[in-house]
């Protein structure tokens, strides 16, 4: 899960899963066509890293054996 995912999901809690309606709603009141949570949630979500789960294979004494 990256920071936007994260993001949107503690919003989400807090405003009992209505923050996308509540956003929407505020930027239409400010003359926006869009609140922008898309863009900001992929925006963060692309300056956050992919951690890449590296696994070391172990290697038993039959495959070093096989090896040599």
Known sequence: M????????????ITFGKGKDISQW???????EDCGCDD?????N?????R???KQRRVSK???IQRN
Do not use: C, Q, S
């Open 2 to 13: 990256k920071l936007g995912d994260k993001l949107e999901y503690i919003i989400n809690i």
């Open 26 to 32: 505020i930027a239409h009141k400010l003359g926006f």
């Open 40 to 44: 900001r949630k992929n925006w963060l």
């Open 46 to 50: 692309g300056i956050t890293r992919t």
């Open 52 to 54: 890449t789960k590296t």
């Open 62 to 64: 039959v495959d070093k």
